[in-house]
């Protein structure tokens, strides 16, 4: 089973820029899309961005087109979020998630960004 552990959450002012990270465990890890997902308080889990195993493809909520990147390291077994212009809005508990069988989830990294 895949294990999926977030970093880089973090305090920084709207405007600022932070990069998440999230490391997986497991050898076929390049062969699974990669998805975050954040959640913030009061509110359900949301679909933010996710790339294809082969770094052929990504989305991305509407929302955060153009602000928010993901990328993927096969060689490193870890994906990205490159977060830019951070909005208030963008306060949340990210997540890294894939489906590799079952689903599987990190614990989540807080972000915050203050006014």
């Known amino acids: 089973q895949v294990q999926l552990v977030e970093s880089g959450g973090g305090l920084v002012q709207a405007g600022g820029s932070l990069r998440l990270s999230c490391a997986a465990s497991?050898?076929?890890?390049?062969?699974?899309?990669m998805g975050w997902f954040r959640q913030a308080p009061g509110k359900e889990r949301e679909f933010v961005a996710t790339?294809?195993?082969?770094?052929?493809?990504?989305y991305y909520l509407d929302s955060v087109k153009g602000r928010f990147t993901i990328s993927r390291d096969n060689a490193k077994n870890t994906v990205y979020l490159q977060m830019n212009s951070l909005k208030p809005e963008d306060t949340a508990v990210y997540y890294c998630?894939?489906?590799?069988?079952?689903?599987?989830w990190g614990q989540g990294t807080q972000v915050t960004v203050s006014s």
């Open positions: 998630n894939t489906y590799a069988g079952s689903w599987a």
């Open positions: 790339i294809s195993w082969n770094n052929d493809s990504t």
């Open positions: 497991g050898r076929t890890f390049r062969s699974y899309d």
